[in-house]
C-alpha cells in the first residue's frame, strides 16, 4: 500500500511559480515511477511529467521548458516545479505511483497504481 500527499498549490498570477510536492508513505519509493497529472474543469486527465526509478524525466509538450520534475529519494519525495505558469496551466494536479515499471515511465494514467489526492493550481491572468 502506498499513500501520496500532494501539497504546494495555490493561487498565481501568470509568469509566475509554484513548486509541487508529493510525499509517499511506504517502503521502495526508489524503486516506483512517479508521475504528475493535472485535470481541468471539465476535461480529462492528462499527463504533465514523469521520472523513471533511474532518474529520467520526460514532459507533456505543453509543460516542456517550464516544468521540472525531481525527486529525493531519501524523503520519498518527488517534486514538479513549475516556472512562467500560464491561465491554462491552471487544474487540480495529481501525483501517481506506478510500481512496477523497471525502465521508462508510461504517460498513460492506466499503467499507475496509487494516485494521491490532487492539490489545486490556479493561475490568474
Known amino acids: 500500500q502506498v499513500q501520496l500527499v500532494e501539497s504546494g498549490g495555490g493561487l498565481v498570477q501568470a509568469g509566475g511559480s509554484l513548486r509541487l510536492s508529493c510525499a509517499a508513505s511506504g517502503r521502495a519509493f526508489s524503486s516506483h515511477a512517479m508521475g504528475w497529472f493535472r485535470q481541468a474543469p471539465g476535461k480529462e486527465r492528462l499527463f504533465v511529467a514523469a521520472?523513471?526509478?533511474?532518474?529520467?524525466?520526460y514532459y507533456a509538450d505543453s509543460v516542456k521548458g517550464r516544468f521540472t520534475i525531481s525527486r529525493d529519494n531519501a524523503k520519498n519525495t518527488v517534486f514538479l516545479q513549475m516556472n512562467s505558469l500560464k491561465p491554462e496551466d491552471t487544474a487540480v494536479y495529481y501525483c501517481?505511483?506506478?510500481?512496477?515499471?523497471?525502465?521508462?515511465?508510461?504517460?498513460?494514467?492506466?499503467?499507475?497504481?496509487?494516485w494521491g489526492q490532487g492539490t489545486q493550481v490556479t493561475v490568474s491572468s
Open positions: 521520472i523513471s526509478r533511474n532518474y529520467g524525466t
Open positions: 501517481a505511483a506506478d510500481l512496477n515499471r523497471r525502465y521508462g515511465i508510461s504517460e498513460g494514467e492506466y499503467a499507475y497504481d496509487y
